[in-house]
């Protein structure tokens, strides 16, 4: 049967000992599936009583004595009648056989230990072996484990096959590799990105707030978060005024009837927010933006000489998202999107494309991603799920790898991630942790077009159908906020820190020069707070590190005879005592070049 020695092998045998770990001291447990994951495994279980950490300490203490055993895994095929029997007393299991017998699916068993000591499941509790339902992937015996390189982490609760009709059961998570190196590379990377989590460092530095009268995912923007927001915005909507696009307003409501000419009604309908008026009218609060966009087109005709038209407009759409989805910014249902659309004709795609990218490679430059690309075509075998022919989405798709193979790139092809209206570019932004996360995209729709009849006057004075781009820099700016605040661990750069510069006297002799100081950097347009000199100076300092404010002046008696500041940067113990004017150029040159 089935051996595996690579890491995923190691995994699915851990995640087995670790049922055998459970059923030691719960013999009555029942047993869900025992999956390998990223980084480890986990295993479901219905157990008597909620468990601790002590018990998790326990399990992995049982764990480490079987993998000492040296205990072979061997597997065999067995009939649905015999499963039935052998795991007589586990509903979940009895519930898998099923399953697998009415898809005419092969059975198989792994058995952990000597097969020749084991009776049948009732009694495996108390034998050397532990028999359990699995098609395979393991190591050939415990030997080939490392008990120093596995740790069972953490719990969850978990529905039966995910339906929360079902039991709620217990899901136990382990972390497992080859080596206790790598473990202990994995915990210190945990450890760094718990520092970094956005839903601690937001809220302590004043940048959002959630609100259980508003309620949940719908954040709630400081002043000092808004700030951000604008930022982030303005600099987007710059590059995209050098590319030609014109702002454009929509409202947050449309009458249904938008979204079932679009397509989106049968799609979304169960994920929109609804509102019937008090005259009976029904509209939904609009989920995306672009059959708006299509409106502003069809607004009037257009000569081919006056495409490609360009519009960007920055809003919120709202998505009704299941409550257990919900994750800090990473999944809201307020979302804010930087969304544009071009229409053009067919023979501008590549071009209107290449300024796109052009602009996500200049903005995601200015925070250190490295950008990979991934083509998000239709699965070929279920076409039903897309708008469209066959036909018109092979010549989107052919499109996209052109404009790939004009900008040198690399693309991977993932099949079944289109849009169900069109093929994308994705771009998979790496943050400072090498994690990766889906940032830009590029979409290109020959459908919608095609539903609202949107065209353009050719040379010829007939009508010729146009295409529409869908472009997004950030996406949803709460998601791309999510990534941005653990990226810089909360310390953002110059150009973007709410606060730039923090000035401190060092007592209250000094606060009126303190004061000048604040009017010449604010005159320049650099944000300040001036602080008070009511606690000792050392405390006010530590105060500033903490809020990570990437510039701390402080003056005095020195400072304020020689016309002088002393600057502390952020993180760097030593202190430069320098004319104003000089600090005030410094500042001003990173600020400008986005540094």
Partial sequence: ?????????????????????????????????????????????????????????????????????????????????????????????????????????????????????????????????????????????????????????????????????????????????KTKEELDDYLAFQEEAKRRDHKKLGPELDLFTFSELVGAGLPLWTPKGTLLRNLLDDYVWGLR?????????IPHLTKKELYEKSGHWEKFKDDLFKVRTREGHFFAIKPMNCPHHTQIYARRSWSYRELPQRYANTTKVYRDEQSGELAGLSRVRSITQDDAHVFCRKSQIREEMAKIWRIIETFYGAFGFDLGVRLSLSDPKHMEKYLGNPKTWKAAENELRALVKERHATATEAKGEAAFYGPKIDFIGKDSLRREWQVATIQLDMNMPERFDLTCTNEEGEPERIVMIHAAIMGSIERFLSVLIEHY?????????????????????????????????TQHGIRTELGGANETLGKRIRETE??????????????????????????????????????????????????
């Fill in 1 to 177: 049967m089935k051996t595996h020695d690579s890491v995923d092998g190691i995994r699915h045998s851990l995640a087995h000992l670790l049922a055998a770990a459970v059923l030691k001291k719960f013999p009555k447990a029942k047993l869900g599936i025992g999956p390998v994951i990223e980084h480890g495994f986990y295993y479901d279980f219905k157990l008597p009583r909620p468990i601790t950490d002590e018990d998790l300490r326990e399990f992995e203490k049982t764990m480490r004595g079987l993998v000492g055993k040296k205990l072979p895994f061997s597997g065999k095929k067995i009939t649905p009648l015999a499963a039935k029997k052998l795991f007589g007393d586990q509903p979940f299991k009895l519930d898998l056989i099923k399953e697998f017998q009415k898809e005419k699916k092969p059975l198989t068993i792994y058995i952990t230990g000597k097969e020749g000591q084991r009776s049948s499941a009732k009694n495996q509790r108390q034998s050397a072996a532990f028999v359990d339902l699995c098609k395979g992937g393991h190591v050939r015996n415990t030997s080939e484990i490392n008990p120093d390189a596995f740790k069972l982490s953490h719990i969850a609760g978990a529905y039966w096959r995910g339906d929360e009709k079902n039991p709620m059961l217990t899901r136990i998570y382990g972390l497992a590799f």
């Fill in 489 to 521: 661990a909360g310390d953002f750069p110059v150009w973007l820190a709410p606060t730039q510069v923090t000035i401190l006297p060092v007592s209250d002799k000094f606060s009126a020069y303190a004061e000048k100081v604040n009017e010449g950097l």
């Fill in 241 to 249: 005024r050098a590319a030609g696009y014109s702002q454009v307003d």
């Fill in 546 to 595: 903490l809020r990570k404010i990437p510039y701390t002046i402080v003056v005095g008696e020195k400072e304020e005879t020689a016309k002088t500041v002393t600057i502390r940067t952020r993180h760097v113990k030593e202190t430069e005592t320098i004319p104003l004017e000089k600090f005030i150029e410094k500042i001003t040159k990173e600020i400008t070049e986005r540094k």
